[in-house]
C-alpha cells in the first residue's frame, strides 16, 4: 500500500474529524477501521450536544469541522435548553436519526478525494526511534505514514458485561482490539480501565404510547451549523414515561446479579451518568426516575430506553423494564450492557495531542478518558489539524481557556489526574460567559481564517456577520425609546412604570426586556438584520458590564499563562517545593505557571515557590 501523511486508526467520531480537518492542510490520509459500516456511529444516545456539549459542537462547526452539519441535517427533533437561564448556559440538542447520522459523514469522508477509507483491524504500530513509522494492518500488512492518530474509542481490551456474561468486544456485535495495550504498557504507557454502559433498544411496535408525556422540536428551529440552511428530515417526538416501586424491588432485589455490584467490573464508570441500578440504591429514598422513550431514526422502529442503563442479566432487565408504563409488552431489540475498556490517563499527552512518549503518534478521543461524541470529535479536529501543522513544520494550534471549551477540555486533560470517563459541563469554564455557545464565531474565527478552515466563501459570510452584529450594536446605542412606549412595554409584563424616556441600551439592560419587546414598537429598523444577529446584539448590549469584567479577570489571569515552564524538567531542581508538588510536576510537565496552578495538589503557596525558583534560575525575568 502506498505512504499516507497521516494515519487515522478508528471511524468514531475522533476519527472523522481528525482525518476531515487534515484534509485542509491538503494531507493525503488514510482512514483505518474495524467495520466501515460504523463510521461515526452513535454508540449509545442518538443525539448530539446538550448541556455544554452544544458549545463543544458550535466551536467544531467554526473550526471546519463536521459534527454540526451532520447533526443538523439528520435531526429529528431539536430542542433549545435553558432557554429561561442565561445566554452562558443556553444550549441546543437534537435527537438524530442514527443511520443517517453515520451515511452523512460516511458520504462526506468518501467524497473528499484526500481520504482513503479502509477496513481492516490495526495490530501493531512501529515506534522505533521513539518515533511513529508504520502500522501493521491484519489484512493489509505494513503501512507506513508521517504522523499517527489513534481513536480507537472503547474498543482497547472492550469487555461487555450484562449479568454474569462477559464478551471480548467494542460495542455489542463489534470485535475488541487486544493487540494493541501490550505494546503500548511496554513502551511504558500507562492504561486503566474505565466503564460505560447503555440501556436496551426496545421495539416501538411493542411500547404502548397511549397516555405517555410528549416531547417535541422546538417551535422555531435553531442550527447547530452556520452552514445549514435550515431544512429539515421529518421530525419526530419522544415519549417520558417513568420506573416505579415495582421496578426498584425486581432491581435490588437482584443487586447480587449486576455486573456492578459483583465487583465483576474493575473500571470506573461515569458518576454523573449513573446505570439504574447504581441510581436505585443511590438514592433509594426516590421511588420513581424519569425514562425517555427516544426514536432511533426514520428507518428503524428501536427506540433507546433513555435513563435505564444497566449492566443487569438479561431476563432481569426485561423484567424490570416491563413494570414501567408504556414497555408492558416491550420486546428487546438489543440489551442493555456495561463495557469496560483501556484509556490512556491523559497527563501522557500535550496540549497538541501528541504523545509526550513517541513523537509523531496522538491520541484523540475516548481513549483519552473521556467519553461523549462531542468530546472525541473535539479532540479528533484538534489532533488532525495538529498533525498536519506538524508534518509543514508549523507549531500546533491551541486554545486558551478563556477562548474556548475545546481549550478547557484539552487543558482539563493535560493538567488534572483523570480517573473517570470526563464530560464536559459548563461548571468547569471558568469564563463562562465569555465562552457562549452563540459567540463561538467571535472567538475563534480567526483560528479557522490563520488555518484556511473554512472557504473564502464561508469566512466572508462569517466576517460580514460578525460586523454587522457590531454595527447594529452601535446602532442600539443611539435609539431612545420614549416615556410612553417605554411604559407600554412595562405595563405589558407588569413592571412599574416610568417618568421618562429611556436609552435602549438601558431598556435592553433589564433582565425581563428583549429586542423583540422593542421592535413591536415599531421604533426600530431590524429589517436588514437576521434574527440571529438581532439576538447576538442584545445579549452583547445587555451583559455588557458583566462580560466587561471577565475580560479583565481574563487579562490578569491570562499573566500567569504567558510564564513559560521549562520542558522535559526535573522539578526536584526547585528549591522549597514539597515531594508531592515534586512528583505532579514531572508528571505533568505544565507548559505554563498558569497550568501548573490548576494542577491538583499544587497549591497557591507551591505557584508562588515555582516563582521564585524561575526567577532564580533565569526562566523568566
Ligand atoms: C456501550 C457504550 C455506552 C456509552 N455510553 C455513553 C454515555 O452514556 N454517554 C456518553 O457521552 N458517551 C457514551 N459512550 C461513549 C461514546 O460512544 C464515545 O465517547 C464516543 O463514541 C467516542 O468516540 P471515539 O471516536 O473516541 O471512539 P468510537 O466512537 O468508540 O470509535 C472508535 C473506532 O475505532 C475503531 N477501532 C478501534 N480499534 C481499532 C483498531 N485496532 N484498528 C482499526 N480500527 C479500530 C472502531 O472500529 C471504531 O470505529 C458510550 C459508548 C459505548 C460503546
Given at each position: 500500500m502506498k505512504d499516507y501523511d497521516l494515519i487515522v486508526v478508528g471511524g468514531g467520531h475522533a476519527g472523522v474529524e481528525a482525518s476531515w480537518a487534515a484534509t485542509k492542510f491538503k494531507k493525503k490520509v488514510l482512514l483505518i477501521t474495524?467495520?466501515?459500516?460504523?463510521?461515526?456511529?452513535?454508540?449509545?444516545?442518538p443525539s448530539i450536544g446538550g448541556l455544554a456539549k452544544s458549545h463543544l459542537v458550535k466551536e467544531i462547526d467554526i473550526l471546519g469541522g463536521l459534527m454540526g452539519r451532520a447533526a443538523d441535517a439528520t435531526g429529528i427533533q431539536f430542542k433549545t435548553l435553558n432557554i429561561s437561564k442565561g445566554p452562558a448556559v443556553w444550549a441546543l440538542r437534537t435527537q438524530n436519526d442514527k443511520m443517517a447520522y453515520s451515511f452523512y459523514m460516511r458520504k462526506k469522508l468518501e467524497e473528499n478525494p484526500y481520504i482513503d477509507i479502509v477496513q481492516d483491524e490495526v495490530v501493531d504500530m512501529d515506534f522505533s526511534n521513539d518515533r511513529f513509522n508504520s502500522i501493521t494492518a491484519r489484512l493489509n500488512g505494513i503501512i507506513k505514514g508521517k504522523k499517527l492518530i489513534l481513536t480507537s474509542g472503547t474498543f482497547l481490551n472492550g469487555l461487555i458485561h450484562i449479568g454474569k456474561n462477559k464478551i471480548k468486544s467494542g460495542r455489542l456485535g463489534e470485535g475488541a482490539a487486544s493487540h494493541l495495550t501490550e505494546k503500548f504498557n511496554n513502551l511504558g504507557f500507562e492504561t486503566i480501565r474505565l466503564k460505560t454502559g447503555t440501556p436496551p433498544r426496545i421495539s416501538g411496535s411493542s411500547i404502548n404510547f397511549e397516555g405517555l408525556d410528549i416531547h417535541g422540536s422546538d417551535k422555531e428551529i435553531v442550527n447547530f451549523s452556520f452552514k445549514s440552511d435550515g431544512s429539515r428530515i421529518k421530525q419526530l417526538p419522544c415519549y417520558i414515561t417513568a420506573t416505579n416501586e415495582t421496578t426498584h424491588q425486581i432491581i435490588e432485589d437482584n443487586f447480587h446479579n449486576t455486573a456492578l455490584f459483583s465487583g465483576q467490573i474493575e473500571g470506573t464508570g461515569p458518576r454523573y451518568c449513573p446505570s439504574i441500578e447504581d441510581k436505585v440504591n443511590r438514592f433509594s429514598g426516590k421511588n420513581s426516575h424519569r425514562i425517555f422513550l427516544e426514536p432511533e431514526g426514520l428507518y428503524t422502529n428501536e427506540y433507546y430506553i433513555n435513563g435505564f442503563s444497566t449492566s443487569l442479566p438479561m431476563e432481569i432487565q426485561k423484567k424490570a423494564i416491563r413494570t414501567i408504563k408504556g414497555l408492558e409488552n416491550a420486546h428487546f431489540v438489543r440489551p442493555a450492557y456495561a463495557i469496560e475498556y483501556d484509556y490512556f490517563p491523559s497527563y501522557q499527552i500535550k496540549t497538541s495531542l501528541e504523545t509526550k512518549k513517541v513523537e509523531g503518534l496522538y491520541f484523540a478521543g475516548q481513549i483519552n478518558g473521556t467519553s461523549g461524541y462531542e468530546e472525541a470529535a473535539s479532540q479528533g479536529l484538534v489532533a488532525g489539524v495538529n498533525a498536519s501543522l506538524s508534518i509543514d513544520g508549523r507549531d500546533p494550534m491551541i486554545f486558551k481557556r478563556s477562548e474556548a471549551y475545546i481549550g478547557v477540555l484539552i487543558d482539563d486533560l493535560i493538567t488534572k489526574d483523570i480517573r473517570e470517563p470526563y464530560r464536559m459541563f459548563t461548571a468547569l469554564a471558568e469564563h463562562r460567559l465569555e465562552l457562549r455557545h452563540d459567540n463561538a464565531d467571535f472567538r475563534l474565527l480567526k483560528y479557522a481564517k490563520k488555518y484556511h478552515l473554512h472557504n473564502d466563501e464561508d469566512i466572508e459570510f462569517l466576517e460580514n456577520r460578525i460586523s454587522r452584529i457590531e454595527e447594529l450594536k452601535e446602532y442600539y446605542k443611539g435609539i431612545t425609546i420614549k416615556k410612553d412606549q417605554v411604559n407600554s412595554i412595562l405595563e405589558k409584563k407588569n413592571l412599574p412604570k416610568v417618568n421618562e424616556g429611556s436609552k435602549l441600551v438601558k431598556l435592553l439592560k433589564r433582565p425581563q426586556i428583549e429586542i423583540d419587546d422593542i421592535y413591536s414598537l415599531g421604533v426600530?429598523?431590524?429589517?436588514?438584520?437576521?434574527k440571529y444577529e438581532c439576538k447576538q446584539a442584545e445579549i452583547l448590549t445587555k451583559y455588557e458590564g458583566y462580560i466587561a469584567r471577565q475580560r479583565e479577570i481574563i487579562e490578569r489571569s491570562e499573566k500567569n499563562e504567558s510564564l513559560k515552564m521549562p520542558s522535559n524538567f526535573d522539578y526536584k531542581k526547585f528549591s522549597g517545593l514539597k515531594n508531592e508538588a515534586i512528583e505532579k510536576l514531572n508528571r505533568i510537565q505544565p507548559d505554563s505557571v498558569g497550568q501548573a496552578g490548576r494542577i491538583?495538589?499544587?497549591s497557591p503557596a507551591d505557584v508562588s515557590i515555582i516563582l521564585i525558583n524561575l526567577k532564580k534560575g533565569g526562566y523568566i525575568k
Open positions: 474495524m467495520n466501515v459500516d460504523t463510521i461515526a456511529q452513535l454508540s449509545c444516545n426600530i429598523d431590524l429589517e436588514k438584520y437576521s491538583a495538589g499544587i
